[in-house]
């Protein structure tokens, strides 16, 4: 409930103003005096004043409520101030106003228009507060982002803001940290912001994929072996644990971590100690693990797959990361830092990137700027440098003359190192180039085409993507009509 602090050296101006204000739903501070008043504000939260403009008997001048009115605005500049007064002096009014009073009265006051501009007054000053708190916030944000060891991260969605914000917010304390999301995504490099903007930044940063590694290996990885443990163990081996002492041990994937190894990981996780393979001595460390999984471990626990406990020693703090088609504001920016300053993408290819599902996230994407810089047939990357096709799905025929103004749906399509085939859809414009590219139903002279294909064949080199591009076709069309001629790809 707002505060509203009435000041006035009559007291029944003071009840009549604070029993309406009430009635209202406000709640109301009086007083008879400046002095008073001053030490009012500076106790309380209020959220506006009404103030009369002479205290002393016989006096018309405002001075005294002048005086009073610069010494609100020196301890809180933007407080909603209404002035009130019997003695209307314009010229004073009009000062005041300016200096930034909120509205000058005259008494008698009409009771609905002083609280139409009191509800006003107090919704702007509360979101002049929310404004203020907020951009304190973001400063403070901002200051901490720009002396924060990022790692080479690059990003500008909002999505990615907040996680990075957790991921530091989490840096300053020890406790364990899950990081969930898809493969991909940059899990590992979340991992790399927390041990870099951490207390232990200057100590060991171990990390571990665990879904890498043969089980049979992995409780000797993390936790040492001594010679002759098992089969091949000629040589005492250091655990990944003993190797992180003192410092930061990432494990990756720990959703593969056999049931075996989560009995000792929960071990250490409580109390710091565990044996190597092949001993009986017992080993203390201190560690701050950060584990990351795209698994659904709460579906692993329910199956018996995953420890329940051991999940909520891990999960002390959850820090999701969203997938890539989530937060399409980093795509181009990633694209951008990925093919440097001797590259440039036009329109189009910005937006069949954009549209793209990128099932294998970061990683597909960077992968995708490598195929397309090492392809490339002129600074400008293409579509089909990227691996990704245009193909005609839904012609739009206009009744204008000029068909480059008509209307398609295309379809982009990747050829998925993941075995998959990823499409989206968006709108452009048709050209000859585009519907070229179709297959036609009959060719007058297949031997001729079949020879001016084996020719640019020869001109390229075998690069299927070049010589599309002298055919004006599509890699798909291109394929096809080898495969229809017997073309050895």
């Not at 602090?5 to 009635?23: G, K, S, T």
């Not at 509800?119 to 000053?125: A, G, K, V, W």
């Not at 009744?399 to 008509?406: H, Q």
């Amino acid at each position: 409930m707002d505060t509203i602090l009435i000041v006035d050296d009559n007291q029944a101006v003071c009840n009549a103003l604070a029993l309406m204000l009430e009635l209202n739903g406000y709640q109301t501070l009086t007083c008879l005096s400046p002095d008073v008043a001053l030490e009012l504000i500076r106790l309380h939260d209020v959220a506006l004043v009404i103030q009369d403009m002479n205290f002393t008997q016989d006096t018309t001048s405002g001075e005294e409520g002048k005086s009073l009115f610069y010494a609100f605005r020196g301890q809180q500049p933007k407080l909603p101030i209404i002035l009130l007064t019997a003695w209307t002096q314009l010229e004073l009014a009009v000062e005041l106003v300016k200096e930034g009073a909120a509205d000058y009265m005259g008494k008698p006051w009409d009771d609905a228009k002083l609280l139409n501009s009191i509800s006003n007054l107090i919704s702007l000053h509360r979101l002049s507060k929310e404004n203020a708190q907020f951009s304190r916030v973001d400063s403070q944000r901002m200051v901490a982002i720009k002396n924060a060891d990022l790692c080479g991260m690059f990003f500008n969605s909002g999505a990615m803001q907040r996680c990075v914000d957790l991921a530091l917010q989490i840096a300053k304390s020890d406790v364990s940290v899950l990081i969930t999301g898809p493969n991909g995504a940059g899990k590992d490099k979340l991992a790399d912001i927390i041990h870099a903007n951490s207390a232990l930044r200057v100590k060991p940063f171990i990390k571990v994929n665990i879904g890498a590694l043969p089980m049979e290996l992995l409780e000797a990885e993390l936790f040492g072996a001594e010679a002759g443990a098992f089969t091949g163990a000629t040589k005492t081996r250091i655990g990944r644990f003993e190797a992180a002492d003192g410092g930061t041990l990432f494990l990756d994937e720990i959703g593969n971590l056999p049931l075996s190894g989560q009995v000792k990981l929960l071990r250490v996780l409580q109390t710091g100690e565990f044996e190597r393979l092949g001993s009986h001595q017992t080993r203390k460390v201190n560690v701050r693990v950060v584990s990351a999984t795209n698994a659904d471990l709460a579906e692993d626990i329910q199956a018996g797959r995953f420890r329940e406990d051991l999940f909520y020693r891990l999960n002390v703090i959850e820090l999701p990361l969203a997938a890539l088609n989530d937060r399409k504001d980093d795509i181009l920016p990633l694209v951008e830092h990925f093919i440097g300053v001797d590259f440039s993408l036009s329109r189009q290819t910005q937006q069949v990137l954009l549209e793209h599902s990128w099932p294998g996230n970061v990683r597909e994407l960077e992968n995708a700027c490598k195929r397309a810089m090492i392809l490339a047939s002129s600074p400008e990357l293409t579509v089909e440098d990227f691996g990704l096709e245009l193909v005609n799905t839904e012609l739009g025929i206009s009744s204008a003359a000029d068909s480059s103004t008509n209307f398609i749906t295309a379809a982009v399509v990747e050829k998925s190192p993941f075995g998959k085939t990823q499409t989206a859809s968006y709108p452009m414009r048709s050209s000859v180039d585009l519907m070229s590219n179709t297959e036609p139903s009959n060719i007058e002279n297949p031997q001729a085409e079949k020879a001016n294909i084996e020719a640019e064949l020869d001109k390229h080199n075998g690069v299927i993507a070049r010589v599309a591009k002298a055919l004006g076709l599509s890699r798909q069309a291109l394929y096809r009509r080898m495969d229809k001629y017997g073309i050895d790809k």
